[in-house]
C-alpha cells in the first residue's frame, strides 16, 4: 500500500504517510510501519508519536524508547503513551520514573499512571496514586474515575468504591457509560447487588 503512495509522488503527504502508520500499527505490521517512517520527507508530532503508540501497543517497548528519546518534541500524547507502555513489559517503574519528569502532570499523565497500576493489578497502588492526584488539585476525568472504580471492585471495598461514587456524583459523571459500566462492575464484585 504505501508502495503505491511513493510511486505516486505523496511521499510528503504527511496526513497519508501518518495514516498509514497508522493503519500498520493497528494489523501489527511494525517493520512496515518503521520503513514508512524512515522514508517519510515531513515528520511532524503526530508521526512520531504514531510510531511510538504504535510499538507500545505491539509489545515493542524498547524501540518505542529509543524513538521517544530521539523526538525532536514531546507532547502530552508521547509522555502519555510513554507512561502506559511500560506496565505491559513488566516495569512499572519505569513508568513512575517517567510520570516524575513530565513537564506537565496534568488529568491525562496522572490518569495513564492510575491506568498502569490498574492493567497489571495493583489496585492499592491504583487507589494511592488516586488519592495523591487529588491531594494535588487535579480533577479527575471520567477514565480516571472508571479505572480507580476498576481497582476498588479488583479489592473487593465498598468503602471506597462508595466514595469514588461520591466523588463521580459531585462532579456529574453518573450519565458517562464508561462511569456506569465501572459502577455496576464495581457493586456487583462488592457484592452489593442492590447498588448495581
Not at 510501519?33 to 508530532?45: P, Q, T, V
Request: proline share 3%.
Amino acid at each position: 500500500m504505501h508502495s503505491l503512495v511513493f510511486l505516486l509522488g505523496f511521499e510528503s503527504d504527511s496526513y497519508l504517510g501518518n495514516s498509514l502508520i497508522i493503519l500498520h500499527n493497528s494489523f501489527g505490521t511494525m517493520k512496515a510501519a518503521r520503513l514508512l517512517f524512515n522514508e517519510m520527507e515531513n515528520k511532524d508530532l503526530v508521526t512520531w508519536n504514531s510510531l511510538i503508540y504504535g510499538f507500545v501497543q505491539n509489545d515493542g517497548v524498547k524501540e518505542a524508547v529509543r524513538l521517544f528519546n530521539k523526538m525532536p518534541g514531546k507532547d502530552a500524547v508521547s509522555w502519555t503513551t510513554m507512561i502506559s507502555g511500560f506496565p505491559g513489559d513488566g516495569d512499572v517503574e519505569k513508568s513512575i520514573q517517567r510520570f516524575r519528569v513530565v513537564p506537565f502532570k496534568d488529568d491525562i499523565a496522572w490518569t495513564a499512571m492510575i491506568f498502569s497500576f490498574v492493567s497489571i493489578e495493583l489496585h492499592e497502588d491504583a487507589l494511592c496514586w488516586f488519592r495523591r492526584m487529588l491531594s494535588q488539585s487535579i480533577e479527575p476525568n471520567p477514565l480516571t474515575l472508571s479505572s480507580v472504580l476498576s481497582a476498588a471492585a479488583g479489592l473487593a471495598t465498598l468503602n471506597q468504591g462508595m466514595q469514588i461514587h461520591a466523588v463521580l456524583h459531585k462532579m456529574c459523571f453518573e450519565h458517562v457509560l464508561s462511569v456506569q459500566n465501572s459502577l455496576i462492575s464495581m457493586y456487583s464484585k462488592c457484592g452489593n447487588m442492590w447498588d448495581a
